[in-house]
Every structure is written in structure tokens, then in C-alpha cells.
């Protein structure tokens, strides 16, 4: 082919736009880019000047490739017509190709990293040794009294397991490879005193008696709060001035004068003393025994270390004066008349205490609320189809009688916002209770429900024009 042949094939293929845009292209590279780069990497090699496809060597036309997709436009002529553009795409190309191996060798790093420390940590607690049992560490006809008050009770011997019992997660969690003869735990007597329904002397006598025993030995804890010293001190100011407006009522002290600023009360020097913080018992520590023969004793460390942050947890409702108030209301709802007659799940009320006592032995602080972020009660703005609803209906069966109230109100309140019928909300809940109570009298009500709104969601995709889901769900729930 002779070179005006294939100049004119080369004019037939790029459009004059083509051209211009080419050499706008040539012309911003050669002014911009090229003092960046060795001149050899945009100057056309002799070999790559237009000619005859025939006169260019088998290796060249090996080395010039067409450049990627991703970087072709409309206006990008061919890597052979502008052999410019075409090296600037290729090391373009390079450079993707060369970054997407070094982000999938970091993803393989980081992948062998935590497969690493997995393994790590599984062989860690395989090589932990299990503790001993309780028999062998506390003798239990030494707690079971024989006469008296609590007789022939096991009361005694139970709150000495759960002692046992929460050490034993403690241990667990700090990932011990050696035994060790004793174990700290932090923990509320309040709760314990709840859990066993005694009062708090109680659980004061029974320390004393496993202390005697050498089985454990329990201190209350002090920590420092500003609010309560705040309010100490709001007390205290107002009974001071109360009692100084009695005095001058009576005639026996003169009007009551502030004091000077360079002076100061001794209350301000008392509270610049404790740094604006009071001193108040924030819970209990238990040094506990895991070897036979060992006598468990606190150490002053136990005693000063931290656990939790008062101010914080009064905040956010964490006190154990908080979560008791929350465990009697929720017993107090289920012992209704209405929830009576229900024959729900049986009421797990030691293992539920035991789980929040756990949470304050092995962990230094609460990060969530145990009674709130259940896992059997989903927030309504997670249930955004019919999907969803389905899946969470299954959970009237499993979920404790106290929290079947609010479960049965979240996916109401989700069934009216799937449906687009705010009005339904009521019916909803009736139908929702109905299907439970058709399910305590031996019948499947749930099953049933499941099934009519798997019908409901498919008429709907059908059709799509279904106005009143919720009536046809009543209709159908009738019929059935």
C-alpha cells in the first residue's frame, strides 16, 4: 500500500474534530507533561512516524498495543495514528494495573493478620486450664445451715456458686495460661441482694461467713463522683443558710453577711481539697480463691483501681439503682393478670440478673444497656419491607414475656409504614396478639400469619396498584 493510500485511509477514519482535538491534546502534553517526563517518552521514535503498515518491524508493532477501554474517548484517535497518546495510556494503564496488585497485596496482608491472630488467640485458650470445680474449693455442708434461721435452704450455697460462677468468667476472660490461686471480680451487692431477694445484711453475713472459710474476702469499693459532691454540697449550703435565717428570726444573730472573697468558706476550701469530688461507694470487689488451700485476700491495687465511671453511668441510667428499678417494672408488667394467662416462656429472672452481673464483673464499664438492646427486640426502623416483618414475627414465640408488649408494638408500628396505613396501627396490634394467642391454644397462628402476608407481598408485586393491604389482610385472617 503506498503512503497517500494509507494517508487517505488514516483522513477516512479521523474526522477533522478528531484531528483538531488530537493536536489540542499534542500541543497540552508537549507544554505541560513533557518537562515532567525524559523527552524520549513523548518524542515519536523514527520507527513510529506514519508509513506503511508493511514497513514497520514485527517487534514494534508488538510493542505499540491499543490503549485500554477505560481510557478511550470518542476523540482519542488510535495509539497507531497518534503514538503519543498512546505511550501516555499505556503508562496510565501500568500504573492502575500496578496499584490494584498493591491494594490486593495489602487486603492479603491484612486478610493473614487476622487469620494469625485468630489462631493465636484460639490456641491461647486452648492452652488456658480449666478451673477447678466448686466442691473441691468450698465445702458445701459448711454453708448449708443446720438449724436456725435459712434451714434446710440452699439459698447459702447458691450465692456462693454465682460468686464462683462469676469469677470463673473473669478468669475466662483475662485469658490465664497458669491457674491462679485467687481471682478479683467487681460487682454490686445491691444486685446480688436482688438476684437472691435478701437484703443487703444478709449478703454482708454471708461474706463474713466465706471470708471465715478463706473462700473469698469482699470490701466495698470507693469511687469520686462531682455530682454527688455537687449535690452534697447544694445540701449543705441550703440547710446553713435555712438554719441562719432561723437564728435571725429568732433574734439571736444578726443578717446574714456573705463571706469575703479572699476568705473563701469551709466549704469552698473543702471541695478545692477533693478537687470538686466526693468520695461515695460505687460497688464491691471479691478477691475469690480457684486453688485449694489458698486463702483469698484484696490487696490495696484491687481496692484503688478504678472500675467505673460514676458520673458517666449516672448519666446514661447505668447505676445499679437504675437497672433495679428496670428489673421490677419489667417483673411488675409481667405480673399482670393479662400476661398471666399467657402461657409465655418461663420467667428466666436468676439468669437474667446473673447476665448483668457478669457484665459488671468482667467488664470495666457497661457499653450498652443490657434491657434496651435485646436482641429479641428490633428497632422498628430496621423493618422496612414485608421481608422483615416475616422474619420478626417468628420472635413472638422466642421472646421473654415482659418484652412481648413493645415487640408486638414495633412491628405494628412497622406494618403500618410497610403498608403505607398509618390508620391500621390498632387492628395491626389485635391481629398481631390474636396470632399469639391462636398459638398458646395449640393452633398455628403465627404459621398462618407468616403465610398470608408472604400472599399479601406477592399481590403486591403483582398487581401494584393494591391500595388497602391491611383490609385484605383482615379479610384473609378471618377466613382463615
Not at 47 to 69: C, I, Y
Amino acid at each position: 500500500m503506498s503512503p497517500v493510500l494509507a494517508t487517505g485511509s488514516l483522513f477516512m477514519i479521523h474526522s477533522d474534530a478528531t484531528g483538531r482535538a488530537a493536536a489540542i491534546s499534542q500541543g497540552l502534553l508537549a507544554r505541560f507533561v513533557a518537562p515532567l517526563f525524559p523527552e524520549s517518552a513523548f518524542t515519536p521514535h523514527p520507527d513510529t512516524l506514519h508509513s506503511a503498515p508493511g514497513t514497520r518491524s514485527q517487534a514494534h508493532q508488538r510493542a505499540v498495543k491499543p490503549s485500554p477501554e477505560i481510557f478511550r474517548t470518542p476523540n482519542t484517535p488510535d495509539v497507531a495514528a497518534d503514538p503519543p497518546i498512546g505511550l501516555f495510556a499505556q503508562n496510565a494503564a501500568r500504573q492502575v494495573k500496578g496499584w490494584s496488585k498493591v491494594r490486593e497485596r495489602v487486603s492479603k496482608a491484612a486478610q493473614h493478620r487476622a487469620q494469625k491472630s485468630e489462631a493465636k488467640a484460639q490456641k491461647k485458650g486452648e492452652a488456658q486450664p480449666d478451673p477447678l470445680p466448686l466442691t473441691d474449693l468450698l465445702d458445701r455442708e459448711a454453708v448449708t445451715p443446720r438449724r436456725g434461721k435459712g434451714a434446710g435452704k440452699d439459698t447459702f450455697w447458691r450465692y456462693a456458686v454465682t460468686v464462683y460462677r462469676l469469677a470463673v468468667e473473669q478468669y475466662r476472660a483475662l485469658c490465664c495460661r497458669v491457674l491462679p490461686h485467687q481471682i478479683t471480680i467487681f460487682t454490686s451487692a445491691e444486685l446480688l441482694a436482688k438476684m437472691f431477694r435478701v437484703n443487703l445484711s444478709t449478703i454482708y453475713r454471708w461474706n463474713k461467713l466465706l471470708e471465715k472459710l478463706g473462700y473469698m474476702q469482699a470490701r466495698a469499693h470507693f469511687g469520686s463522683s462531682a455530682e454527688v459532691r455537687a449535690a452534697a454540697d447544694e445540701r449543705k449550703s441550703r440547710a446553713k443558710a435555712a438554719r441562719q435565717a432561723e437564728q435571725v428570726e429568732a433574734g439571736e444573730l444578726g443578717a446574714a453577711t456573705p463571706p469575703q472573697d479572699d476568705q473563701g468558706t469551709d466549704q469552698d476550701r473543702d471541695t478545692v481539697k477533693r478537687k470538686g469530688k466526693d468520695t461515695v461507694v460505687d460497688g464491691m470487689v471479691y478477691a475469690v480463691r480457684l486453688r485449694p488451700g489458698h486463702r483469698a485476700r484484696l490487696h490495696i491495687e484491687d481496692l484503688q483501681h478504678q472500675y467505673r465511671d460514676l458520673d458517666g453511668d449516672r448519666a446514661a441510667g447505668r447505676t445499679a439503682h437504675a437497672i433495679i428499678k428496670q428489673m421490677e417494672a419489667g417483673e411488675a408488667e409481667a405480673g399482670t393478670p393479662a400476661n398471666l394467662k399467657m402461657h409465655g416462656s418461663i420467667n428466666p429472672r436468676e439468669t437474667e440478673w446473673f447476665s448483668i452481673l457478669r457484665t459488671w464483673a468482667v467488664r470495666d464499664f457497661f457499653l450498652e444497656d443490657s434491657l434496651e438492646n435485646d436482641p429479641c427486640i428490633l428497632a422498628d426502623i430496621e423493618l422496612r419491607s414485608v421481608e422483615d416483618v416475616i422474619e420478626a414475627v417468628t420472635l413472638i414465640r422466642e421472646v421473654h414475656v415482659t418484652k412481648r408488649n413493645p415487640l408486638i408494638g414495633f412491628l405494628a408500628d412497622a406494618m403500618t409504614r410497610v403498608f403505607h396505613d398509618p390508620t391500621y396501627h390498632r387492628a395491626y396490634c389485635k391481629l398481631l396478639w390474636q396470632a399469639w394467642r391462636d398459638e398458646t391454644e395449640g393452633r398455628a397462628g403465627l404459621q398462618v400469619l407468616i403465610a398470608q402476608l408472604s400472599r399479601i407481598h406477592a399481590d403486591r408485586q403483582e398487581w401494584g396498584g393494591l391500595r388497602k393491604p391491611g383490609a385484605l389482610l383482615m379479610a384473609r385472617m378471618q377466613a382463615a
